[in-house]
């Protein structure tokens, strides 16, 4: 079993800079589709960025396109890169992986919630 924990949430003020990380308890084979939920208090989770295993292509949501960055090393952490944070980027972030052969394009943002692991998130904080 999979277990996916995030870490390096925390409160900053507006046009800076925080670094997610999210640990995977043990290799996962195969091709997956890993990245970034986030969920703002009232409001639906939505997708964030996500990379894909299977090329390493990358994806954002457009709020977060040239600011955020996605990325992963070979030892199952996966980071999100967040820059220039703005009060609306204030959110629980959700680590989530989900295999697919197919990439990540379009599901990831479509309000697709159905992913195989979920952690259990790390509040990011923003104020104006």
């Known amino acids: 079993q999979v277990q996916l924990v995030e870490s390096g949430g925390g409160s900053v003020q507006a046009g800076g800079s925080l670094r997610l990380s999210c640990a995977a308890s043990?290799?996962?084979?195969?091709?997956?589709?890993m990245g970034w939920f986030r969920q703002a208090p009232g409001k639906e989770r939505e997708g964030v960025a996500a990379?894909?295993?299977?090329?390493?292509?990358t994806y954002y949501a457009d709020s977060v396109k040239g600011r955020f960055t996605i990325s992963r090393d070979n030892a199952n952490t996966l980071y999100l890169q967040m820059n220039s944070l703005k009060p609306e980027d204030t959110a629980m972030y959700y680590c989530?992986?989900?295999?697919?052969?197919?990439?990540?394009?379009?599901?990831?943002?479509?309000?697709?919630?159905?992913?195989?692991?979920w952690g259990k998130g790390t509040l990011v904080t923003i104020s104006s």
């Open positions: 989530a992986a989900d295999q697919s052969e197919v990439g990540c394009g379009g599901y990831w943002f479509d309000g697709v919630l159905d992913m195989d692991y």
């Open positions: 043990v290799h996962m084979y195969g091709r997956y589709c």
């Open positions: 990379v894909w295993t299977g090329d390493g292509s």
